[in-house]
């Protein structure tokens, strides 16, 4: 299985907003709203103009996406999404794109992201990864979101 972590250009939004759509449905269903479902493709082009925005192919085809957003002069970053589709999902793809992206920035040593607290398996995912849960926010009487940091080990 070849993977590989390719910059977005403005005329991947829509194979993004695909992915993206099949990766949260699940969500959108269970909560009745999820932040990533169903974006326009003006806004998912905005995204691509102003933030890092990766597609993940695995033998070529589009198996999700990745979009890093630098937080702060001092080189933290927030990942405002990773994800993969079903039909790819459990294979390690997504641990395996994390560390593609942490290697893409080595000068990054705080990484942040949020995540619905309900959905124990990215949680689970987070964690496993070494992010630990910072705070949670009420999105709505539905969707609580925990926002998670990372701080890479000094050498």
């Not at 969500?27 to 905005?46: L, N, Q, S």
């Not at 070529?60 to 993969?84: F, N, P, T, Y």
């Not at 705070?135 to 009487?141: I, L």
Request: aromatic share 10%; glycine share 8%; with cysteine.
């Amino acid at each position: 299985m070849k993977l590989i972590l390719q910059r977005a250009v403005e005329e991947d939004a829509q194979s993004i907003i695909d992915a993206r759509d099949q990766s949260f449905y699940d969500d959108y269903v269970r909560f009745g709203e999820c932040p990533g479902y169903h974006i326009t493709p003006e806004a998912m082009r905005d995204t691509i103009r102003k933030a890092d925005v990766y597609r993940i192919l695995v033998d070529g085809k589009m198996a999700g996406d990745v979009s890093v957003h630098q937080l702060s002069e001092d080189g933290s970053r927030w990942i405002g999404c990773l994800e993969i589709i079903p039909e790819y999902q459990n294979g390690g793809i997504g641990s395996e794109m994390l560390r593609a992206v942490f290697d893409r920035y080595p000068e990054t040593k705080i990484w942040e992201l949020e995540t619905p607290v309900q959905n124990k398996r990215n949680c689970y995912f987070y964690e496993k990864a070494g992010f630990r849960g910072i705070k949670e926010t009420v999105h709505s009487e539905l969707l609580t979101l925990r926002t998670y940091t990372y701080e890479k080990a000094k050498p």
